[in-house]
């Protein structure tokens, strides 16, 4: 008898099954199901493993030989400063670089694989939801149809005896055991699924990032190249012309950051005499320009004039000639124009005891003691050997950016946005 009260119930119940479905929209804590491929997808999707595969053996043996060069240029950098070291060192930083560019490629590459395999993976769980709907909705169909048309004393009559009664009710029982094992099942489905499309936004993100790397790294090289032409063609091969030219941006830098150093402390008592009067308000720095390829960082170990001078800035690979925008508002502590030969630059003093550097200029828009605006146009850039205020050693058009917290330089990207 209880086993015939509890059948009785299930069968009564039905209906809250239906709130069982409600469920499918709130996953929970439950652990992700895989999926039934074809053997098609199985296939392809097993390539596409084989080739991922083969492509991280690739970026492994690149990575190998990269920090073989790395190691390279390291030694080079130690040794005297000569004309030969400087030549063999841009020589060796170009074939990293190019390596750095064929194992970004390929990860690029295997990145857009991982999104093809995931992409099938997600296709197949939609069809798997699909037919798993439709097996939920005849279920549900069956035992409404069920309930309508038979009640347990019906049921009773029609079976001839008692044996026949309690089958037909376990029947029942087991086809509403079913759909609720199905909506469970539904539900894992579509926690995968979340999952699956998580990751795919996650690969196509990743996939932009890298895409910015190569970007760099390729605007990187072009400005090794140059600098190496350019050096060749100025020197001419001749040693004594490279010393020459070495002792003459060691003094230039030497001046230029004193000068930097005592402009610094001569602004800022000025402008903190101001700061009350002006009310500058900083929200923070701003990109001097629009570019965000970076092909040197601060204190590169890669920067192929480190043994000259340490690199205290960003380099910001722009075309010659992009306006140079304030990154915050200040007084122009220095504007120093070194012509055809020289190296140009522009100091701004802002309010925290915060500067900024913006170096390789070739025009400059604003004279010592202005007021500028965030924002404003200061300058516009240059870079390119042989043209105004590049100096003789810069590796194509870019903006230098210094930040500078009380005068000791701070890398840029700790402070801009």
Same mark, same amino acid.
């Given at each position: 008898?209880?086993?015939?009260?509890?059948?009785?119930?299930?069968?009564?119940?039905?209906l809250?099954?239906?709130?069982?479905?409600?469920?499918?929209?709130y996953?929970?804590?439950?652990?992700a199901? =895989?999926?039934?491929l074809d053997?098609?997808e199985?296939?392809?999707?097993?390539?596409?493993?084989q080739?991922?595969?083969?492509r991280?053996?690739?970026?492994?043996?690149?990575?190998?030989q990269?920090?073989?060069?790395?190691k390279?240029i390291?030694? !080079?950098?130690?040794?005297?400063?000569n004309?030969?070291?400087?030549?063999?060192t841009l020589?060796?930083?170009i074939?990293?670089?190019?390596?750095?560019?064929q194992?970004?490629?390929?990860?690029?590459?295997t990145?857009? $694989?991982?999104? /093809?395999?995931?992409n099938?993976?997600?296709?197949?769980?939609?069809? /798997?939801i699909?037919?798993?709907k439709?097996?939920?909705g005849?279920?549900?169909?069956?035992l409404?149809? =069920?309930q309508?048309?038979?009640?347990?004393?019906?049921?009773?009559?029609?079976?001839?005896?008692?044996?026949?009664?309690? &089958?037909? $009710?376990?029947? $029942?029982?087991?086809?509403?055991?079913s759909?609720?094992?199905g909506?469970?099942?539904? %539900?894992?489905?579509?926690?995968?699924?979340?999952?699956?499309?998580?990751?795919?936004?996650a690969e196509?993100?990743?996939?932009?990032?890298?895409?910015?790397?190569?970007?760099n790294?390729?605007?990187?090289?072009?400005?090794?190249?140059t600098?190496?032409y350019?050096?060749?063609a100025?020197?001419?091969g001749?040693e004594?012309?490279?010393?020459?030219m070495?002792?003459?941006? %060691?003094?230039?830098?030497?001046?230029?950051?004193?000068?930097?150093?005592y402009?610094?402390?001569?602004?800022?008592? !000025?402008?903190n005499?101001?700061?009350?009067?002006?009310?500058? @308000?900083s929200d923070?720095?701003?990109?001097?320009? &629009?570019?965000?390829i970076?092909?040197?960082?601060?204190?590169?170990?890669?920067?192929?004039?480190?043994?000259i001078?340490?690199h205290n &800035?960003? @380099?910001?690979?722009t075309?010659?000639?992009?306006?140079?925008?304030?990154?915050e508002?200040?007084?122009?502590?220095?504007?120093?124009?070194?012509?055809?030969?020289?190296?140009?630059?522009?100091?701004?003093?802002? &309010?925290?005891?915060?500067?900024t550097?913006?170096?390789?200029v070739?025009?400059?828009?604003?004279?010592?003691?202005?007021?500028?605006?965030?924002?404003?146009?200061?300058?516009y850039?240059?870079g390119?050997?042989?043209?105004?205020?590049?100096g003789?050693?810069?590796?194509?058009a870019?903006?230098h950016?210094?930040?500078?917290?009380?005068g000791?330089?701070?890398?840029?990207?700790?402070?801009?946005?």
């Open positions: 008898m209880l086993k015939i009260k509890i059948k009785f119930k299930k069968i009564n119940n039905i809250a099954l239906f709130s069982l479905l409600s469920l499918l929209f996953p929970g804590n439950i652990e199901t =895989e999926y039934k053997n098609v199985n296939l392809e999707i097993w390539q596409i493993n080739d991922i595969n083969n991280r053996a690739e970026i492994q043996e690149l990575n190998r990269i920090e073989v060069y790395k390279n390291s030694a !080079k950098q130690r040794e005297l400063y004309l030969s070291n400087q030549v063999s020589n060796e930083s074939a990293k670089i190019n390596l750095e560019i194992a970004t490629e390929l990860e690029v590459e990145l857009e $694989l991982q999104i /093809e395999n995931t099938l993976k997600i296709q197949a769980k939609e069809r /798997e699909d037919d798993q439709k097996i939920l005849e279920t549900i169909l069956s409404h149809k =069920e309508q048309k038979n009640s347990v004393f019906e049921i009773l009559l029609l079976n001839q005896n008692f044996s026949d009664f309690v &089958a037909e $009710l376990d029947r $029942l029982g087991n086809m509403q055991d759909l609720v094992e909506v469970d099942q539904l %539900k894992d489905f579509k926690l995968a699924l979340q999952e699956d499309r998580a990751s795919l936004e196509k993100a990743e996939i932009d990032t890298l895409k910015g790397i190569l970007e790294k390729k605007a990187g090289l072009d400005g090794q190249k600098a190496k350019y050096l060749m100025t020197t001419q001749q004594a012309k490279y010393q020459e070495l002792q003459a941006v %060691k003094k230039e830098q030497e001046e230029a950051n004193s000068n930097i150093i402009m610094e402390q001569v602004a800022r008592e !000025k402008l005499r101001q700061l009350e009067q002006i009310g500058i @308000d923070g720095l701003m990109w001097p320009v &629009a570019s965000r970076i092909t040197a960082y601060f204190h590169d170990a890669d920067y192929p004039y480190r043994n001078f340490e &800035a960003i @380099d910001l690979a075309p010659q000639g992009t306006p140079i925008r304030a990154a508002s200040g007084y122009v502590a220095t504007a120093r124009d070194g012509g055809k030969t020289g190296y140009s630059y522009i100091m701004l003093i802002h &309010a925290d005891n915060l500067s550097v913006y170096g390789h070739n025009i400059i828009s604003v004279e010592k003691d202005q007021f500028v605006s965030k924002g404003q146009i200061i300058g850039s240059g390119q050997p042989g043209t105004n205020g590049a003789p050693f810069s590796t194509g870019h903006l950016f210094e930040v500078r917290i009380n000791v330089p701070a890398n840029p990207l700790n402070y801009l946005p």
